[in-house]
T-cell receptor
């Protein structure tokens, strides 16, 4: 079992729709959870972090964490073509472990 | 300054060459990292420096040699690389080694070994 697993992509949504990206992790001692966005040929960029159970909203992005289920998700509302990228989930327990990423395409 | 600066952006080297990648940050971060990323794969951790000391080496071949001259600088010395070492090399920094507040990545060095 991988330490951090993301829903297999690619994921394609129409412009204006909600994109839902999911991630599960195996280490119950994990304390910090991150979403990075990586455009093709570019480096990862931190877009959201969450530490406590529940939801955290930042603009069109909402991160959700459920430690009991070892599950973290990212919702992107009103998806735009500029959101097309690979989204990496990272979980920290002493060091950060990345998932394999989910590639999102938003079609105009 | 909220950036991590990497140089060069592109590097082509032969298998007998010696080259160095450089990374600099002025955010006061005390942990710095080297990652290797192949196409369509997640970043793969190579080395971690915490307070200028090497704390993690993920069993990286000795042809890769990291160096942390001070709290703002991180180098990766390359020698006798193989074509399979061609990849995007990413430097990152974080407030502490655990990365509890996330990483700031540099723009990367695209390395091609010929």
């Amino acid at each position: 079992q991988k330490e951090v697993e993301q829903n297999s992509g690619p994921l394609s949504v129409p412009e204006g729709a909600i994109a839902s990206l999911n991630c599960t992790y195996s280490d119950r001692g994990s304390q910090s959870f991150f979403w990075y966005r990586q455009y093709s040929g570019k480096s990862p960029e931190l877009i959201m972090f969450i530490y406590s159970n529940g939801d955290k909203e930042d603009g069109r992005f909402t991160a959700q964490l459920n430690k009991a289920s070892q599950y973290v998700s990212l919702l992107i509302r009103d998806s735009q073509p500029s959101d097309s990228a690979t989204y990496l989930c990272a979980v920290t327990a002493g060091k950060s472990t990345f998932g394999d990423g989910t590639t999102l395409t938003v079609k105009p | 300054d909220t950036e991590v600066t990497q140089t060069p952006k592109h590097l082509v080297m032969g298998m007998t060459n010696k080259k160095s990648l450089k990374c600099e940050q002025h955010m006061g971060h005390r942990a710095m990292y080297w990652y290797k990323q192949k196409a369509k794969k997640p970043p793969e951790l190579m080395f971690v420096y915490s307070y200028e000391k090497l704390s993690i080496n993920e069993s990286v071949p000795s042809r890769f040699s990291p160096e942390c001259p001070n709290s703002s600088l991180l180098n990766l010395h390359l020698h006798a690389l193989q074509p399979e070492d061609s990849a995007l090399y990413l430097c990152a920094s974080s407030l502490n080694q655990g990365g509890d507040y996330g990483y700031t990545f540099g723009s990367g060095t695209r390395l091609t070994v010929v």
